[in-house]
């Protein structure tokens, strides 16, 4: 569909519009399921790990799909992005959250045990992501585990949810004033968004692999960079948004829900569909996985703070933000292997 964009120009040019239409897309489709996890009762934490998460990670589930359907590429971009994408909300979406927080103390304070089950489910998702890349190939056995992990991950968020509305009843509950939207227009708008995503999503691929040619690079660098920030600005803008309403929880969940959606269903989906073996270098990956796993351990002792948090641990997230980049730069130059 976007084979005209065939110069770095075109690219640069298709990378600005079409990372602006998912945005737009994906803040859209954000807020119309916001309105609907508002309307079933669903606590701000769940909310954040499940509806706000898929809504703003659906643009790396588009390419996860795309490079598998389109371009018979997954482990150069689907992974790769999704990857990328995880470093990046990992870190960058909990250090913009803590700057944007709004309430009566600087500091940033996330429930422990909202961060302890999101962190146990994220640890697994790596783990298993991790051990099928070191056997070399992804098949539809590892993909059947991913999306089994986030199953389970949503049972417990089930009955959580449970809890939280059978609390609620007997109680006056003031909703938020933005649920007067209607169940049919949600699913309009959830159609509309998501065709718009995945369209937008195409074009970026598109871009990022004629930006690697005229560059000479190989597109798995460019996957793990440009893409991973393309498809990662929903999730920053959709957390510092709960953040400056002082949903420090919420923020938090999207960000690491985010990342257990990515690994198992934006990658474990694809690997099922795809019904065949799909070859993958460790070697190539080893570099970002360990950085996936790292980025994990810093933000997660952090948040384990509680009150303590504040403006200088979100200075340590960028700090290993830079590293990731200095490694990708590095190994883009051919510095390392």
Known sequence: MFHW???????????????????????????????LGIKLKIPGSVRGATFDAISSSFPEFATAMIAVVVYNQFADVGVPTVAGSAVFNILLIPMASIFAFKGA?????????????????????????ALFTYLGA????????????????????????KKYQNDLNGDEHDDEDDEDMSIPQ?????????????????????SAITVAAALNIPTYIVSVIIIAACTSIPDTLLSVKSARKGDADG????????????????????????????????????????FV????????????????????????MLCVYILFLGYITSKALGLVA
Request: aromatic share 12%.
């Open 5 to 35: 964009i065939d110069s770095p120009l075109k690219a640069v040019i298709a990378l600005i519009f079409f990372s602006y239409i998912v945005n737009l897309a994906s803040d859209k489709l954000g807020d119309v399921l916001h309105v």
């Open 105 to 129: 103390k600087v500091t940033l304070h996330v429930q422990k045990s909202t961060t302890i089950r999101d962190m146990s489910f994220y640890i697994v998702s790596i783990g298993v992501l």
């Open 138 to 161: 992804f098949t539809v056995v590892s993909g059947l585990i991913l999306l089994s992990i986030y199953v389970t991950y949503i049972v417990v968020l089930y009955f959580q949810t």
């Open 186 to 206: 949600i699913l309009f708008w959830m159609v509309v968004t998501i065709s718009a995503v995945w369209v937008s999503i195409d074009a970026i691929i598109q």
């Open 251 to 290: 923020a938090i969940a999207n960000a690491i829900g985010s990342n257990i959606f990515d690994i198992c269903i934006c990658l474990g989906f694809p690997m099922l569909i795809a019904g065949k073996s799909i070859p993958v270098d460790f070697a190539q990956n080893a570099g970002v996985l360990f």
């Open 293 to 316: 796993f790292i980025s994990m351990l810093v933000t997660g002792f952090l948040l384990l703070q509680g009150e303590k948090v504040g403006k200088k641990h979100a200075y340590i």
